[in-house]
């Protein structure tokens, strides 16, 4: 099969890359798995096994752009290169939050799931 990755979905926790793929896997010509978080590009081992690449966009259909959503590449500087050696054509789309107001995001998050509140 040979996929190839045409972009990654990159970003802070509390961007909204979460509504970004959401969104995006509603397009026709757009193939983004259910489940983000595919951690392929952050490891050199994780690059070394396209099978397990494969498995994972086996239901892509041909003339698909096929992307990915991991915030962890965000902050990994080798994972873009891992990505480009991957696909050269392939783009990073970056979400950003001003950082204020992404804390105080997450911590209403951690507040709702601890169920109590958070001292910091």
């Given at each position: 099969m040979s996929v190839k990755i045409d972009f990654a979905i990159v970003?802070?926790?509390k961007s909204a890359s979460s509504s970004l793929h959401h969104y995006l896997r509603q397009h026709d010509e757009i193939y983004l798995t259910a489940r983000k978080e595919f951690d392929y590009f952050l490891t050199?081992?994780?690059?070394?096994?396209?099978?397990?690449?494969?498995?994972?966009?086996a239901r892509v259909k041909t003339g698909r752009l096929?992307?990915?959503?991991?915030v962890d590449m965000l902050v990994d500087p080798a994972a873009a290169r891992?990505?480009?050696?991957?696909?050269?054509?392939?783009?990073?789309?970056?979400?950003l939050r001003n950082p204020v107001e992404r804390a105080y995001s997450e911590y209403w998050?951690?507040?709702?799931?601890?169920?109590?509140?958070?001292?910091?």
């Open positions: 970003g802070a926790m050199d081992a994780s690059v070394d096994n396209l099978e397990r690449l494969e498995a994972r966009y096929v992307g990915l959503t991991h891992r990505l480009y050696d991957h696909n050269r054509a392939a783009r990073i789309i970056a979400i998050m951690l507040r709702a799931v601890s169920g109590h509140n958070i001292e910091f």
